[in-house]
């Protein structure tokens, strides 16, 4: 039987130490990420028994696959059911002819990171949540519309490294407005008072100053940038510029030469 968990098992699945007590999702924006990234509920893989035990699902884009969410039961934890949905995921994308698989995982989610590691997997990169509150006097003078993947990926020095980052994410997040100065370029999506930089880039650390002012001096709202990696030109730009890391995380990865 295919079962696809909805937001509202996601929701009870993360519950805990790690994630909190609070909804990670609305219908509205599971349904958002879904779609963005690419994720197949139809590939879902489900544990029951009198209800829902655990979920994992995943996305593919040609060899490449990216195991986007699982969890399990706040009570059951510990007892193996996670390391037999990652199995099943990682059996099932490589049935598929994938050649690598990646995911991001909160640092301070030890026992899984443990886990992940039994599979192979390892650690390619360290990646920040930012995000920096409301600016009153921003001009906010932006225009949104909708761009194609093939104009992203002209407009960008090259590809983010982050799944939910890449062009064809950006070019599915809807409107969008887009700020752009010599060598740098970030891509803003709204969402009622807050905002998130879908993607953002630079080529160094004086086009990432450059990039982080003009945001500042034009975007009033709550700001979220996801996935930045540690060392990049805008994390060095950003620890200065009154943002603060909300999250830190590890971007884990197994190739086919790795296995």
């Given at each position: 039987?295919t079962y ?6 996601f ?17 509205r924006s599971?349904?958002d ?5 690419d994720?197949?509920?139809d590939?879902a ?5 009198d ?20 969890g399990v ?13 990652f199995g099943?995921?990682?059996d ?8 690598s698989?990646?995911f ?7 026992a ?8 192979g997997?390892?650690a ?5 949540v ?6 009153r ?8 519309g ?6 992203i990926l002209?407009m960008?020095?090259e ?10 994410a950006?070019a599915r ?6 700020i752009r ?12 008072e807050?905002?998130?930089?879908v ?14 002012a003009?945001?500042e001096?034009?975007i ?6 996801p996935n930045?990696?540690a060392?990049?030109?805008?994390s ?11 999250e ?6 197994l190739?086919?030469d790795?296995a």
């Amino acid at each position: 039987m295919t079962y696809r968990p909805t937001a509202a098992d996601f929701n009870a699945l993360f519950r805990g130490s790690v994630y909190g007590n609070y909804d990670i999702f609305t219908a509205r924006s599971y349904a958002d990420f879904v779609r963005r990234n690419d994720v197949d509920l139809d590939r879902a893989i489900s544990l029951f028994d009198d209800r829902l035990i655990g979920a994992i699902v995943f996305a593919q884009r040609g060899e490449r696959a990216w195991l986007s969410l699982m969890g399990v039961r706040p009570e059951l934890r510990g007892k193996g059911y996670g390391k037999r949905l990652f199995g099943a995921a990682v059996d099932a994308v490589r049935a598929s002819g994938v050649r690598s698989i990646e995911f991001e995982v909160v640092q301070r989610n030890a026992a899984a990171i443990a886990m992940y590691r039994s599979f192979g997997f390892r650690a390619v990169d360290e990646l920040f949540v930012w995000s920096r509150p409301a600016k009153r006097n921003a001009t906010n003078d932006l225009r949104f519309g909708r761009r194609r993947e093939r104009r992203i990926l002209e407009m960008i020095h090259e590809p983010a490294s982050c799944w939910q980052r890449e062009p064809i994410a950006v070019a599915r997040a809807g409107a969008h407005a887009v700020i752009r100065v010599d060598g740098g370029y970030a891509f803003i999506r709204l969402r009622g008072e807050s905002g998130m930089l879908v993607d953002a880039g630079a080529r160094d650390v004086t086009a990432a100053l450059a990039l982080v002012a003009e945001i500042e001096r034009r975007i009033g709202c709550d700001l979220t940038l996801p996935n930045e990696p540690a060392t990049s030109p805008l994390s060095k730009a950003l620890a200065g510029s009154g943002w603060r890391i909300v999250e830190r995380q590890h971007r884990m990865m197994l190739r086919d030469d790795d296995a």
